[in-house]
């Protein structure tokens, strides 16, 4: 840098001039009358020249004195042209001005004259250009962070004079882009913003979600959500098409709203084991501006069924029998009983009924525990029985059907630990249930009819259809209303109380297990004419939705699950694991290690950590995914020996969406927040003519602050003390 100017300036007021000036003024009047007296002797008159100065001085100090030196800068300024390469610049939706009938072209592709050496050569005599590009840390598409693009500018280049963003403005990670543009404007550097992209969406169809679970069992039907959307100015009817990569294939019929999106699932039953990769494909139109995004895939494991399902009753009711019944006949579900007979002196007896309630290493091999009409009793269940029944469902990941009957007898489980896991308030007054002649119905709520447990027909319209012609019940329990945080599926369709209709099916989760909750004993009358068709869909659905998470990976000793099942990188993923001795016992404390390798052979280990007192046998921890694709997690624990081994499927969090409209008004706010332009036109000219008429920077300038440095005050305090010491020398004092 050149120095250009350097002066002596003051930051005076009226009062402190007044003032330096009274003092200055008395102390020469005071000196000279003090010198006069003592006839003008030379020490003294050196005395009173020192007071005169050390008065100046101070007098000067209260108006502080500055020196300012300014400087021209060497280089020349600088203009940072930040042009964004982010996914979402590849979409294709610039139509060239005049010519609607061209091949719209992409965002990068319609800027790509701007983001060249040679078309800055020009304003290059002037200004020092630096074309940068920009989209964010790590992957160069992986999301958009403008802010950090314009804040590392402002650090890199002091002599930053202007800032050309080249962008769609389409920013989804990082601090918002006005906070670094207010340190712009504090620097004075004004933002010249080019937005580039269609401000509405183009025409277009796209699979938003493919959301198939992480394992599936092979020759059960399997529910396969996805999501699919359109920016067209009319409803669309199509077929779409899922296909894995054995061959098999399915297609399905939707219609898509206009300007809308629908939720739907497809029923698949696979034939056989393995790892398979599904592909959801969306049939493409003429008029739609890309079909990148008509094409999701997502892996999927089939395995062979082995559920442990145990059922609890008191007397051998219908739909007791029913159940059991249809249990039995699935190939997939070993089925154990438990019938009490309390008014007989036996057991109910035969193949898979047990004699006893099992011990706590037994319970433990159960997925889903069905409990019927019993309660605590000498001759039904104990206080020890339920306890270790809550200890299962919330430890180890298990289901817990309620099935309450007119006998009442689930009501005195209201007074033990177990109360926690109903999902209802039970109307005490009504301990053995309503009763009627004429049937009742269930009617579906809004989280009923969209979800996967309640879902007996293919289709959502025929589903809500079918259980509003269901055949009835004639009975149902005394409900009072939902606890709060369950979910309820069905109600009743008539009957009401004061917090409204009767809730008769309804969910929710306890622990790590999950609790369904049935209202009615009447479910086994659906087989009317149709035998098991909807009476065991329903039973079997819940009972694998509750099993889900116990069997995604174990073995005899050991058991892992996690949630989410399908996680997304940078979500928190909560491992789960129940741990047993090589006895059966579960552990209280032991030594759980995960260790988790991501596709690029990173490898992380997880101590997972024993639960409360209360929790023998689970241990816990958190890992955090960052990047997609298949993880290998292998669990050992010392104490066992046991080991094991299974795949975890991480998606990636794609923030970066090919087709979303550009985002003119964050570009047109970064430019009036800096006091610079907007630039419609990725015009080159208006551009150069734009910064060729900036103002010339004012140069830079270096204060220092006399007044408060610390040679002044050394300064006058020598001074001070070589003026007491003078006074001491000549006699004074």
Known sequence: ???????????????????????????????????????????????????????????????????????????????????????????????????????????????????????????????????????????????????????????????????????????????????????????????????????????????????????????????????????????????????????????????????????????????????????????????????????LTAPIVIRREELKILLIDSFPRWEYRYIRNALVRDPGVEVSCLLFHPDSESLGGGTGYLTEFPSEAKISDFDVIFLGDVGIAPDQLSIENVTALKQHISNQAAGLVLMPGFRGFQQTLLETSLEPLFPVIMDTTQPRGWGSSTPGQFELTDLGARSLLTRLEDTENANTALWSSLPGFQWFAGVSRAKAGAEVLATHSSDMNQYGRIPLIITKTFGTGKILFMGTDGAWRWRKGVEDKYHYRFWGQVARWMSYQRNMASDKLMRLFYSPDRPKTGDTLTLNANVMSIGGEPLKSATVVVQIVSPSGKVDSVRLQSGREDQWGLFTGIFEPTEPGEHLITMTCSENEGMIETTLMVQGTNLEIVGNPARIDVMEELARITRGKIIREADLNLLRSSLSTLPEPEPLEKRLRLWAHPLWITLLILLMTTFWIGRKVVGSV
């Open 1 to 295: 840098m050149t120095l250009t100017h350097s002066e002596l300036t003051f930051f005076w007021t009226p009062t402190t001039v007044i003032l330096g000036i009274l003092f200055v003024t008395a102390s020469l009047i005071l000196s000279s009358v003090i010198w006069k007296r003592n006839q003008f002797s030379v020490p003294q008159g050196l005395l009173e020249f020192l007071r005169c100065l050390i008065v100046t001085l101070v007098a000067l100090t209260l108006n502080q004195p500055e020196w300012r030196e300014s400087f021209e800068p060497e280089e020349s300024p600088v203009i940072a042209v930040l042009h964004d390469i982010s996914g979402s610049m590849e979409t294709r939706d610039v139509i060239e001005r005049g010519r609607p009938e061209k091949e719209a072209k992409t965002r990068t592709k319609s800027v790509s004259n701007l983001i060249k050496e040679s078309a800055w050569t020009e304003l290059g005599q002037e200004f020092d250009i630096k074309l940068q590009s920009f989209s964010s840390e790590g992957e160069v598409t992986e999301a958009t962070d403008i802010s950090s693009a314009l804040s590392e500018a402002a650090d890199q280049f002091p002599n930053l004079r202007s800032v050309v963003l080249i962008s769609d403005g389409d920013w989804n990670t990082g601090n918002p882009p006005s906070r670094a543009a207010t340190q712009l404007r504090i620097r004075k550097v004004p933002i010249f913003a080019i937005p580039v992209g269609s401000e509405t969406r183009l025409p277009d169809l796209e699979v938003t979600a493919f959301d198939p679970p992480s394992f599936g069992l092979a020759n059960k039907p399997l529910r396969l959500p996805f999501t699919l959307s359109s920016s067209l100015s009319r409803a669309h009817s199509t077929a779409i098409e899922i296909r894995s990569d054995k061959g098999e294939s399915i297609t399905y019929s939707v219609d898509i709203p206009a300007m809308g999106k629908i939720q739907d699932a497809i029923l698949w039953t696979p034939k056989s084991e393995g790892n398979f990769e599904l592909s959801l494909r969306l049939p493409p139109i003429p008029e739609e501006h890309s079909d990148a995004n008509n094409l």
